[in-house]
C-alpha cells in the first residue's frame, strides 16, 4: 500500500475511536511536520503504522493530560516519539517551560517510556540521520516484533 493511502487510513482509524479533547488534538495536532516525520522516518523503515498512535495523551505527575506527537506501545516497551520544531519548542520557550519539558522528559523516562525527539529541520533535511536514530533505539524491538510475522509469511509461501 502506498504511504498516502495507508497515512489516510490511519489518521482515519484513530479519528473514528476518539471522541473529545483527544479527537481535537488529533485534528489540529497531526499536522505537516507529524506527516513528513512519518513520510520521511518511519515509514521507509516500517512500511506500516502498527502499534503506532498519533497525539497519544499521556498525564504528568499532577494528572495535567499531555499529549506525544506518536507511542509506539510495543510488549517490548513504550516509545514516545516527539518532532520539535526550533520555533515552537527552543526560541519562544521561557525558562519555566524549558524546566518543565525535562522535567516531563524525565518523569516519563521514569514511568517506564523511552522518549525520542527529532527537529523538524533533521526530519525536512536529513531523514537518513533520524532513520539511523530511530532504529538504533527501537530497531531490536521492531525485529522482536516482526520476525515472527515475517517467518510465517514465509512459511506460508513455501508451503504453496
Not at 5 to 29: D, P
Not at 48 to 55: K, R, V
Not at 65 to 75: M, R
Not at 143 to 155: R, T, V
Request: proline share 4%; with cysteine; net charge positive.
Amino acid at each position: 500500500m502506498p504511504f498516502e493511502l495507508a497515512h489516510q487510513s490511519f489518521i482515519e482509524k484513530h479519528h473514528a475511536r476518539r471522541s473529545g479533547e483527544r479527537k481535537g488534538r488529533l485534528i489540529r495536532g497531526h499536522n505537516y511536520a507529524e506527516k513528513m516525520l512519518l513520510q520521511q522516518v518511519w515509514w521507509p523503515i516500517f512500511g506500516n503504522f502498527d502499534n503506532l498512535h498519533p497525539e497519544y495523551e499521556i498525564y504528568d505527575w499532577n494528572r495535567k493530560s499531555q499529549f506525544l506527537d506518536f507511542a509506539f506501545l510495543t510488549p517490548f516497551g513504550r516509545f514516545g516519539i516527539e518532532c520539535d520544531g526550533y520555533q515552537s519548542h527552543i526560541k519562544d520557550m521561557d525558562r519555566e517551560k524549558f524546566s518543565y519539558a525535562l522535567n516531563r522528559d524525565t518523569f516519563l523516562t521514569g514511568m517506564g517510556w523511552t522518549m525520542i525527539h527529532f527537529s523538524f529541520d533533521d526530519i525536512q533535511s536529513r531523514p537518513e540521520v533520524c532513520r539511523m536514530l530511530l532504529q538504533l533505539v527501537i530497531g531490536h524491538i521492531s525485529s522482536a516484533i516482526y520476525q515472527p510475522l515475517l517467518s510465517l509469511q514465509k512459511k506460508k509461501k513455501s508451503l504453496g
